[in-house]
């Protein structure tokens, strides 16, 4: 049909049976009528009923028609409830022969809105009209380097922020197992309380994880590895004399460090600057 009166707006809170916006429709309509030639019939049916009951008793008609309107009944029993179902699953209200509302189905608020008065609406849609969310609790999506991305699992600790300073905590909820074709991350969704609403759909956050309890990594300068891209090394000093090349297994990289997850250990002494000049006399040499 087509819509004819939008009563909210994006950020609006709304209660369960709310009025969303009216749409004028002449399925609609067939609708009511079907409902209520399915409730006429009924009524004739029973009433026919009843009549071949006493019939029935007075020996007058024969039993064998009780039972076949017994049956017209029934069937005209599961008519109606067919008909009411149809307008139930609808999840509006009736405002007329042809006007409809469309009410919310549950509480939340109002966080996508895709349409206008006098705009024609069919149920073959792709996208919904209205989408309705219960903000108590939002949803964070997170794009990790695959590196990144590593040690983060399912109820893992996170510390999320926004732009304008709110720290809050969360849980992370799922780590895709996949990495975006495009962009080259991995997805990890994050559950945050957000009672008071300071959490707002849309918004760009940073998530923050947490280490694992009880997992230790050595953080080294990026210019100690040298990587040639088939393996990372970092020269590690055995003696006073001599210096080793060590394979490493390179983590997470942040502000100017790379984490190590294998290959070196603390306390370990090594070569923090001129790795990659070493690196290159070797090869000369060679």
């Known amino acids: 049909g087509r ?44 009433r026919n ?13 024969p039993e064998k028609e009780l039972l076949a309107a017994r049956t017209e009944l029934r069937q005209a029993e599961l008519s109606l409830e067919a008909a009411k179902a149809k307008q139930g699953s609808l999840r509006v209200s009736s405002r007329g022969e042809n006007l409809f509302w469309v009410t919310a189905p549950r509480s939340g608020t109002v966080v996508d809105l895709d349409l206008v008065a006098s ?8 996208k919904p009209l209205v989408r309705i969310s219960d903000l108590d609790q939002v949803m964070v999506v997170a794009d990790l380097q695959e590196a990144d991305a590593l040690d983060m699992s399912p109820g893992q600790d996170v510390t999320v922020t926004t732009r304008d300073g709110i720290v809050r905590a969360g849980k992370v909820d799922r780590v895709s197992e996949v990495v975006d074709p495009l962009r080259r991350t991995v997805e990890v969704r994050v559950r945050v309380p957000n009672n008071d609403r300071r959490f707002r759909p849309n918004a760009f956050v940073e998530v923050t ?23 990372s090394v970092v020269f590690v000093a055995r003696d006073s004399n001599r210096l080793e090349r060590v394979a490493v297994t390179p983590g997470r990289r942040r502000d100017g460090e790379v984490e190590l997850r294998g290959g070196l250990a603390s306390g370990d002494r090594f070569v923090a600057r001129g790795a990659l000049l070493l690196e290159n006399q070797i090869e000369l040499a060679d």
């Open 3 to 46: 819509v004819e009166e939008v009563r909210v707006r994006p950020g609006d809170r709304v209660k369960q049976g709310d009025d969303l916006f009216s749409v004028r429709s002449g399925a609609f309509a067939e609708l009511v009528r079907e409902q209520r030639g399915a409730e006429a019939e009924l009524t004739e049916k029973r």
């Open 49 to 61: 009923a009843d009549r071949l009951k006493e019939l029935v008793a007075l020996r007058a008609a």
């Open 119 to 126: 705009q024609e609406v069919t149920p073959d849609r792709d």
């Open 209 to 231: 994880p947490t280490a694992p309890e009880g997992v230790k990594r050595v953080r080294v300068p990026d210019s100690a590895v040298v990587t040639d891209g088939a393996r």
